[in-house]
Nanobody, 124 residues
Framework: QVQLVESGGGLVQAGGSLRLSCAAS????????MGWFRQAPGEEREFVAA????????DYADSVKGRFTISRVNAKNTVYLQMNSLKPEDTAVYYC?????????????????WGQGTQVTVSS
């Protein structure tokens, strides 16, 4: 069993930055790949970014490429999402997820564990 707790969300003006954190516990963190997803009101959940177990490979949605950076520190059991140049359309609840295969995927159904989410609101 893995527990994931997100933090770092909040209200920011367009063009600003936020860094989300996701702290994991329960199983060896380096066993699994990590992903970030988001869901806006009335919208389906969408993939944002993912990182392999080692951090060697990352993947980003086109909508955030060049603005967001995913990283992890296995010694701290934590994955981060640095979000720069935020836009109002980035407003959503952001979720981190863990996938036991260690490899990234954009498909949310292939992740085994999910956090409760953290709200990000970008004002125009």
């Amino acid at each position: 069993q893995v527990q994931l707790v997100e933090s770092g969300g909040g209200l920011v003006q367009a063009g600003g930055s936020l860094r989300l954190s996701c702290a994991a516990s329960g199983r060896r963190f380096s066993d699994y790949a990590m992903g970030w997803f988001r869901q806006a009101p009335g919208e389906e959940r969408e993939f944002v970014a993912a990182i392999t177990w080692s951090g060697a490979r990352t993947d980003y949605a086109d909508s955030v490429k060049g603005r967001f950076t995913i990283s992890r520190v296995n010694a701290k059991n934590t994955v981060y999402l640095q979000m720069n140049s935020l836009k109002p359309e980035d407003t959503a609840v952001y979720y981190c997820a863990a996938r036991l295969s260690g490899l990234t995927t954009r498909w949310g159904d292939e992740y085994n564990y999910w956090g409760q989410g953290t709200q990000v609101t970008v004002s125009s």
